[in-house]
């Protein structure tokens, strides 16, 4: 990634003021975001929804960062992450999962899936610095 590229970052979250939130953190420390309402939307952009299974027209590599709630109706965070990690194009991208309820079997869970960070909500100015500094590496 170019220096000057601003990381693309896919919030998905179906809080409507959490998205947002997330959403203006994201653009205020320079990132291009893209948001979805829920897991199978977040699938279906990234081009792994149903019947997309082999289809590489997806926007998975346009991605740098995935970041989602961990509760949601129909497809968990978690769920979403083990979609995105058993993915061959995907598997690189990080994903970040964000919950209102800090519990240490759902975090652990999630770490060994393969999460790159679990953050508390609501998301403050810092926990987005945080995300930049990983999106640099």
């Not at 926007?59 to 992450?81: A, F, H, R, W």
């Amino acid at each position: 990634m170019e220096e000057t590229d601003e990381p693309h970052v896919l919030a998905v979250d179906d809080n409507f003021i959490d998205r947002k939130l997330v959403e203006k953190l994201l653009k205020k420390s320079s990132c291009k975001v893209t948001t979805a309402e829920n897991g199978l939307r977040a699938l279906e952009y990234l081009g792994l929804g149903a019947g997309q299974e082999h289809s590489t027209n997806g926007n998975g590599s346009k991605v740098n960062m995935i970041i989602t709630d961990y509760c949601m109706p129909g497809m968990t965070g978690y769920e979403l992450l083990k979609k995105v990690k058993e993915s061959s194009i995907l598997k690189d991208v990080p994903v970040v999962i964000m919950s209102s309820e800090n519990i240490p079997t759902r975090i652990d869970q999630c770490m060994e899936e393969g999460a790159q960070m679990f953050m508390l909500k609501p998301l403050k100015h810092s926990d987005v610095k945080r995300l930049r500094c990983q999106l640099m590496q």
